[in-house]
């Protein structure tokens, strides 16, 4: 177990690391600013599940072999892209229904298989990101000590406060982009750019995405 002191000093790199733009929380603050608030936090509900695995990744190996693998890692990223793509056509395509959440500021609530639907989004969004499995690979290992217990044990207290971490400066990103999107939602002028804009913000990921390459 990592001492309080690593920590301490390990979340608020976290927190650092969650603020900085990236693709997920990029993710996040479009689906918000389209889809409210909940359907925001779904996402990051589902994100958060992906740095699970990617921590048990490292924490067994696994991630180690997908970084030696050229097959395993280019594989992984156009999965990931080809999803961005068809998230984006969605997105492109999607009517515009003038509503009265303008008014209230209220999103009805998610239903229980469009939460997993969103959840699952989430999951597949950060899973395909080889480069965040290598991240993980040359991070965790850093804060862990062998001096106190098994490494393994440790990254995976680690992961839990990355997560922490991310789900807290998540959330917060998706309650703000879902409530300026709710703004927009009685104007059917600004619901199409803000569609418009979500596509060519998710086209841009999966073009990110494809030119990955497996370097640092």
Same mark, same amino acid.
């Given at each position: 177990?990592?001492?309080?002191?690593?920590?301490?000093?390990?979340?608020?790199?976290?927190?650092?690391?969650?603020?900085?733009?990236? &693709?997920?929380?990029?993710?996040?603050?479009?689906?918000?600013?389209?889809?409210?608030?909940?359907?925001?936090?779904?996402?990051? =509900? /589902?994100?958060?599940? /992906?740095?699970?695995?990617?921590?048990?990744?490292?924490?067994?190996?696994?991630?180690?072999? =997908?970084?030696?693998?050229?097959?395993?890692?280019?594989?992984?990223?156009?999965?990931?892209?080809?999803?961005? @793509?068809?998230?984006?056509?969605?997105?492109?395509?999607?009517?515009?229904?003038?509503?009265?959440?303008?008014?209230?500021?209220?999103?009805?609530?998610?239903?229980?298989?469009?939460?997993?639907?969103?959840?699952?989004?989430?999951?597949?969004?950060?899973?395909?990101? &080889?480069?965040?499995?290598?991240?993980?690979?040359?991070?965790?290992?850093?804060?862990?000590?062998?001096?106190?217990?098994?490494?393994?044990?440790?990254?995976?207290?680690?992961?839990?406060? @990355?997560?922490?971490?991310?789900?807290? =400066?998540?959330?917060?990103?998706?309650?703000?982009?879902?409530?300026?999107?709710?703004?927009?939602? /009685?104007?059917?002028?600004?619901?199409?750019?803000?569609?418009?804009?979500?596509?060519?913000?998710?086209?841009?990921?999966?073009?990110?995405?494809?030119?990955?390459?497996?370097?640092?």
């Amino acid at each position: 177990m990592p001492s309080l002191q690593v920590l301490m000093a390990f979340f608020g790199l976290c927190v650092v690391l969650a603020l900085s733009p990236g &693709p997920d929380n990029l993710f996040v603050l479009v689906q918000s600013a389209q889809r409210g608030w909940r359907v925001g936090l779904a996402v990051v =509900v /589902g994100l958060c599940i /992906g740095i699970l695995g990617h921590t048990i990744a490292v924490a067994l190996g696994l991630a180690a072999l =997908v970084a030696a693998s050229p097959a395993a890692f280019t594989a992984l990223k156009l999965l990931g892209a080809a999803y961005l @793509f068809y998230l984006a056509w969605g997105a492109l395509r999607a009517p515009v229904r003038v509503s009265s959440t303008a008014q209230t500021g209220r999103h009805p609530p998610l239903a229980g298989h469009e939460a997993l639907k969103m959840v699952g989004r989430g999951v597949v969004m950060n899973a395909t990101n &080889p480069k965040v499995l290598i991240f993980f690979l040359a991070l965790l290992p850093q804060f862990a000590d062998a001096r106190l217990g098994p490494v393994g044990g440790q990254i995976v207290v680690l992961g839990g406060v @990355f997560m922490l971490a991310t789900f807290l =400066v998540f959330a917060a990103i998706a309650l703000f982009s879902g409530w300026f999107g709710s703004l927009l939602q /009685g104007s059917a002028r600004a619901q199409r750019w803000l569609n418009r804009a979500t596509g060519l913000v998710l086209i841009g990921l999966a073009v990110r995405l494809v030119s990955l390459q497996r370097g640092p």
